[in-house]
Every structure is written in C-alpha cells, then in structure tokens.
C-alpha cells in the first residue's frame, strides 16, 4: 500500500498524542492528499458525514522533532529553573511511548518472559515467509506477542492483540474522527478534522466514513479496559500564559495536558520539567500528584 494523504497536526513529536482519539476532541488536522489522489470529485458526498475513519501507518522508527526543533529555541528540560546536565524534555522519549492503550514493547529483553516473547515473534517472521528476509535478519523484531498498557501500570502483560499497541506486525492504524469541514481548493481536497490522535505528517492510507447503524454497538464491551479507567489530571494554566496561545489552539492543548503526556508509571518528580512541542510552541509543565503546572510557554 501507498499512502493516500498526510494529515497535519500541531503535535510533531509522540510525546504528547493522546493515547486514543478524542480524549482530545478539539485536535485540529487537515488532511492534504497526495498528487495523485488530490480530486474534488474523490470527496465528492463526504461532507455529508458527520465523522470520519482514517487508516494509517505508524512510523515507530522515526523519533519526531523535540520542541527545541518546533520553536528554535535550542531548549531542554531543566529541572528548578537550571539546564539540566541531561536531556529532561519530551523529544528523550522513546518509540515505544507512543501506545495507544498500549506500549512498552521490548528493543531488547530485560526478563525471562520478553527474551521468550522475542523468540516467538522472530520465529514467527521466519516461519511467515519461508526465510528471514536479509534486510530484516540483521535487526531484531518489532513486536511482541505480549505489551504492557499505561492502563494497567505499565507492569501487567496482556497479548498484543488485546491492545492497540503501535508495535505490531504490521504497523497500522484505525481511528475515528470528526469531521469539521472540507475545502476545496486548486490543488485538491482538504479535509479538516477535529480529535486525531495522529502526529503531525502521518500518513494516510484510505479514508471511509463512519456509519452509526454499522459501526456503533451499544451493547459492546471494553474489555479488561474497562476495569482500569484512565486517570486525567488538574491543570493549573495561569491566564497570562493562556493568553501566549493562539486562542483556536488552547482548548486541544488543555485536553493533552489533562491526559498526561508522561509515561506510563512515571516517578513523582514535582520539580522536573518537561516540554511539549504543540502548535509550534514550547510548552513546558511540571506534576505534583494529580496536578499538571503549566510553567512557560515560549
């Protein structure tokens, strides 16, 4: 498959994306589609719909840019009001902490049950396709038949199926999405979004609509999810740097902050401060307990 499209967000980093969409329902994108797919008529109907399903790929190997690469600032974390002597900002964050309602999948094996859980899934590679591909023998696998979800700790194991976490065997995405409005331009469609939880530049693979009669089960079950909710925090925004962000930008940025952009199972460090790249600002933010600080905003 090739992409169709790149959606456009104010998230360039993975730190940051709500672990599924609209937990941030005022997200902005714009989806841009490619040359080659860039006709009216292909969205012809299509604002008739209320929200929208996007298929896309989750580029686990790219890191994404640091707020220091959105804002040109040259900044990292600090921690009481000092350069850190090591990076303490969002960009240190790993592929795996973009997860959906899962993560932590093991680059490396660290006990007995990720080094047994590595095993199988580089035998099943091989077992696949006969042989282990050259280009892909060299590097090892990226997925796990088991992850451990930020629901559940960070801790708990559960199959990898079970969650939606960003490495499996095939790096694909579903997400639903509002439909705010589309514009029709010279160069082809634009369709603008609200609630992705995609960053900025993903590709798109196919877009369909959501249909209610087909789509929406009442009576489905959430699974072991629904026995760890998730935990939003307090944030504590002062005005005057409410007042630095474009107004149409601060209520999705509230809505991230409020998820807790850190890890799963992160240390209580009240004085650690951390920066989110978002709408072409650095916004950085230190957590005491349940309450998120809004510190600066630059």
Same mark, same amino acid.
């Given at each position: 498959?090739?992409?169709?499209?790149?959606?456009?967000?104010?998230?360039?980093?993975?730190?940051?994306?709500?672990?599924?969409?609209?937990?941030?329902?005022?997200?902005?994108?714009?989806?841009?589609?490619?040359?080659?797919?860039?006709?009216?008529?292909?969205?012809?109907?299509?604002?008739?719909?209320?929200?929208?399903?996007?298929?896309?790929?989750?580029?686990?190997?790219?890191?994404?840019?640091?707020?220091?690469?959105?804002?040109?600032?040259?900044?990292?974390?600090?921690?009481?009001?000092?350069?850190?002597?090591?990076?303490?900002?969002?960009?240190?964050?790993?592929?795996?902490?973009?997860?959906?309602?899962?993560?932590?999948?093991?680059?490396?094996?660290?006990?007995?049950?990720?080094?047994?859980?590595?095993?199988?899934?580089?035998?099943?590679?091989?077992?696949?396709?006969?042989?282990?591909?050259?280009?892909?023998?060299?590097?090892?696998?990226?997925?796990?038949?088991?992850?451990?979800?930020?629901?559940?700790?960070?801790?708990?194991?559960?199959?990898?199926?079970?969650?939606?976490?960003?490495?499996? #065997?095939?790096?694909?995405?579903?997400?639903?999405?509002?439909?705010?409005? %589309?514009?029709? =331009?010279?160069? +082809?469609? /634009?369709? &603008?979004?609200?609630?992705?939880?995609?960053?900025?530049?993903?590709?798109?693979?196919?877009?369909?609509?959501?249909?209610?009669?087909?789509?929406?089960?009442?009576?489905?079950?959430?699974?072991?999810?629904?026995?760890?909710?998730?935990?939003?925090?307090?944030?504590?925004?002062?005005?005057?740097?409410?007042?630095?962000?474009?107004?149409?930008?601060?209520?999705?940025?509230?809505?991230?902050?409020?998820?807790?952009?850190?890890?799963?199972?992160?240390?209580?460090? #009240?004085?650690?401060?951390?920066?989110?790249?978002?709408?072409?600002?650095? %916004?950085?933010? =230190?957590?005491? +307990?349940? /309450?998120? &600080?809004?510190?600066?905003?630059?």
């Amino acid at each position: 498959m090739k992409p169709i499209a790149h959606i456009h967000t104010d998230l360039p980093q993975k730190f940051g994306i709500p672990r599924n969409s609209f937990l941030a329902p005022h997200l902005q994108g714009r989806i841009v589609f490619e040359p080659e797919y860039a006709l009216n008529s292909a969205v012809a109907g299509i604002d008739s719909f209320s929200h929208l399903w996007l298929l896309w790929r989750f580029e686990n190997g790219e890191p994404g840019g640091g707020a220091a690469d959105v804002t040109g600032g040259g900044r990292e974390g600090t921690t009481g009001g000092t350069k850190a002597d090591t990076p303490d900002t969002a960009s240190e964050k790993t592929p795996d902490d973009r997860d959906d309602e899962s993560t932590i999948l093991p680059h490396s094996t660290t006990n007995e049950q990720e080094a047994e859980d590595s095993a199988v899934a580089k035998k099943v590679i091989k077992n696949a396709g006969g042989e282990t591909p050259a280009a892909a023998s060299s590097k090892p696998a990226r997925w796990s038949p088991t992850v451990r979800p930020p629901r559940l700790g960070g801790a708990e194991r559960v199959g990898v199926f079970a969650t939606r976490s960003p490495f499996r #065997p095939n790096p694909i995405g579903l997400t639903c999405v509002k439909l705010d409005r %589309v514009e029709l =331009t010279d160069a +082809g469609p /634009v369709i &603008h979004v609200l609630g992705a939880d995609l960053r900025d530049g993903t590709p798109i693979y196919d877009i369909k609509p959501y249909i209610p009669f087909a789509d929406c089960h009442p009576d489905a079950c959430g699974g072991w999810i629904e026995d760890a909710p998730w935990h939003e925090l307090d944030v504590d925004f002062p005005e005057q740097l409410q007042a630095e962000v474009p107004a149409g930008k601060l209520p999705g940025l509230t809505e991230v902050l409020r998820q807790d952009p850190r890890r799963a199972g992160s240390k209580h460090e #009240p004085t650690r401060v951390y920066h989110l790249a978002y709408a072409g600002l650095d %916004v950085a933010f =230190t957590v005491d +307990g349940d /309450v998120l &600080h809004v510190v600066c905003v630059s």
